[in-house]
């Protein structure tokens, strides 16, 4: 190796001997399968054969690739000479043949050559490689050298191939010349070779059968159109699996509906994979089951859409809930053990059912988080086996739609929270008001008051009772405030223990309207009514609670009820399970916009500050939210205006069997109620004892 580098190009000075040469361009590919074709006539050829074979290699790495080869074709023939830049000890390696190594910086490490030269044949390949050295040094980039296998396939080389003995001659001269420069011990073996060339000019072009050459070459091009073909469907797999996430991500960046997310996840999965039917639906890893809503169809399969999916019994939905999993995959149904065994599980009926033959449940997740999944379906007589693509491209679609389904649900969780902040920023302003006038008034009433007595005190008897009166009313005025914020704070926060039990509707009227009685004299109140049976179910409930419930329904129908108006209560069985109670009266009414708007928190139907009735605008607030706790519900219904109105209890009727109501229980009158029940009355005694 200690020879200088040569700096001419082969391919320079066989084109400088051949002016009227004309290169071509080749890739490597091209220059891969024209070499073993033409290495192919040296191991067709006779045992007596023995041509002159030299091959030039860029690197010693490309010659290893083939070094197999020409252990072959040095067996052929003793003249087999091989050059390459070496990166180990290349001359010690060869066992049948030369291995010439030449300097890195030759010429030849740009040039790929393969010269063939026989008695009855002769073939040529000299090329050099095109680089753009300027560019790779101004960019930066790699050389062909080092670049990945893909971007070696495209490397493109000029120069001539031929089976012209003339060229072929003169080619094997200037290698051979060029392989003296680098070993001169192979001096005198090559110099009979060298001698030999010229004459073997004149012999006639070729005398074997090209039908090796050819078939080698047809078979790289057959290789070649199969690995191009390939290429083209795995670009068209990639292109059909952008196309359809790119459409999905752009319905996700165009829409926060989820339901808009999913309709279109569903028809671009069924038309980019053909499937018969394509499912999406979102469910949770317990339930039991869902409702199939977003579907895609082929032609004459019958739709899912609006059937109840089951889940819970179902081994393959099962199967994708375990967090390691990420597809079920099943090419036939009628032979899968996942629906064999047992012989009656639900996936086989399923199956069956609905003509399912090949099956694909891919689950969606977000994070761990899982959120639905997506079901393919090949139905009909013939089976699909779903390759890896199919599946990817499925996986890929499931992780879009995990993070639209949970960005959709935080905007819709942003859109509540938002929400809330205003009925809180409302709640505030309607705090502000009620408190700076229902305490300030009662406030400034009673400091009145006191100062009177404390400054009067030769005030008359009579005058002094008024002044303590009003005093202690406006007292109670605040102490009912405090009472029903802390109240609706304990019911909206969760932390009321309901102690539910068998109780008489009857017993729990009269003790509601006890504290009417007790509360109202009977010259500023209207008739109250009774109609209840005197054989109903028992209803399951908290007698306390449906108590306060019942108290402020009467109370607010006293309030805005006129003195010769009358207030009617009802109660009767809807059916087995619930028994309703109703309060009607002939008062005010309510608008038939404002029906919900009665439950709201310190609603007030003449404003919060200018009404003729006293409250907080807080006890239908208590009384829904009560009734929600209880399993029950409350609503009002009313013709408008100056029409009176009607307010609805629904509640549970009890399982068990109580007492029957003793003759203790007689009609309520104007005196305290006496009832058979101690132990409502026991719980009932604080709301009295708190009024």
């Not at 909206?492 to 509707?505: I, K, M, Q, T």
């Not at 629904?650 to 101690?678: K, N, Q």
């Amino acid at each position: 190796m200690s020879s200088a580098a040569l700096p001419n190009s082969v391919l320079g000075d066989v084109l400088a001997e051949f002016p009227g040469l004309r290169s071509q361009i080749y890739f490597k590919n091209s220059l891969t399968a024209l070499s073993h074709a033409m290495e192919d006539l040296v191991l067709s050829g006779a045992e007596d054969e023995q041509p002159i074979v030299v091959a030039c290699f860029q690197k010693e790495r490309f010659y290893r690739q083939e070094a197999k080869r020409y252990e072959r074709i040095g067996r052929k023939s003793p003249h087999v000479f091989v050059l390459a830049s070496p990166e180990t000890d290349l001359i010690a390696s060869p066992s049948n043949h030369e291995a010439i190594p030449f300097t890195p910086d030759d010429a030849l490490a740009n040039e790929w050559h393969l010269v063939i030269l026989g008695d009855n044949y002769a073939a040529c390949l000299i090329c050099a490689e095109r680089r753009e050295t300027s560019e790779t040094a101004a960019t930066g980039k790699k050389s062909a050298l080092t670049e990945s296998p893909i971007e070696s396939r495209t490397r493109r080389f000029e120069g001539i191939w031929t089976f012209d003995r003339k060229i072929t001659c003169q080619s094997a001269l200037i290698l051979l010349e060029r392989i003296i420069h680098y070993r001169p011990d192979l001096k005198e073996r090559l110099t009979p070779l060298i001698t030999a060339i010229p004459e073997s000019v004149a012999k006639p072009f070729s005398h074997r059968d090209p039908e090796p050459f050819a078939q080698r070459l047809m078979t790289y091009l057959q290789t070649g159109q199969n690995k191009l073909t390939k290429a083209y469907q795995n670009i068209a797999n990639k292109e059909r699996r952008e196309r359809l996430i790119n459409s999905i991500s752009s319905t996700i960046r165009q829409s926060l509906n989820p339901d808009e997310v999913l309709v279109i996840a569903t028809k671009e999965l069924s038309k980019a994979l053909r499937v018969c039917r394509c499912l999406v639906y979102r469910c949770q890893v317990g339930d039991e089951t869902t409702e199939i809503v977003h579907e895609a169809l082929a032609a004459n399969v019958p739709a899912l859409a609006g059937n109840s999916w089951m889940l819970k019994d179902n081994p393959l939905f099962q199967a994708i809930a375990q967090d390691d999993v990420t597809a079920v995959a099943i090419a036939d149904t009628a032979c899968d053990e996942r629906l064999l065994e047992p012989a009656d599980n639900l996936a086989q009926q399923v199956a069956q059912q609905w003509n399912i033959t090949s099956w694909l449940l891919v689950p969606v997740r977000y994070r761990d988080k899982f959120l639905g999944v997506i079901e393919l379906h090949h139905c009909g007589s013939f089976t699909h086996t779903w390759s890896q693509d199919e599946v990817s491209l499925v996986e890929a679609v499931a992780v879009q739609l995990g993070g639209a389904l949970l960005q959709a649900q935080a905007y819709a969780d942003l859109e509540n929270f938002s929400e809330q902040l205003e009925v809180l920023n409302q709640t505030r302003s309607n705090l502000i008001a009620i408190t700076g006038h229902e305490l300030r008034t009662p406030l400034s009433t009673i400091r009145v008051c006191l100062e009177s007595l404390a400054s009067e005190p030769d005030m008359a008897q009579e005058l002094r009772q008024i002044m303590l009166e009003t005093a202690l009313d406006d007292a109670d005025r605040m102490r009912y405030l405090v009472q029903d914020f802390l109240t609706l704070s304990r019911l909206e926060s969760g932390r009321v223990p309901w102690n539910l039990e068998p109780l008489s509707v009857q017993e729990c009227v009269d003790l509601a309207l006890s504290g009417i009685y007790t509360r109202l004299d009977a010259s500023v109140r209207p008739a109250i009514i009774l109609k209840i049976p005197a054989h109903l179910s028992p209803i399951e409930s908290d007698g306390e609670w449906l108590v306060e419930v019942l108290s402020k329904l009467l109370d607010n129908a006293c309030k805005f009820t006129p003195n010769d108006g009358k207030i009617v209560v009802t109660a009767y069985e809807v059916d087995d399970n619930n028994l309703q109670i109703t309060i009607a009266d002939t008062g005010r009414g309510i608008e038939e916009n404002q029906l919900e708007a009665v439950f709201d928190r310190f609603y007030q139907a003449e404003g919060s500050l200018r009404r003729t009735v006293g409250g907080t605008g807080l006890g239908l607030a208590i009384c829904r939210q009560i009734m929600k706790g209880l399993g029950g519900r409350v609503w009002a219904e009313s013709e408008g205006r100056e029409c009176g109105s009607e307010f609805h209890l629904l509640v549970p009727i009890a399982d068990e069997i109580i007492p029957a109501i003793t003759s203790d229980s007689a009609p309520v009158s104007d005196s305290t109620v006496s009832l058979s029940r101690e132990a409502i009355r026991a719980k009932y005694r604080k709301i009295v004892q708190s009024t």
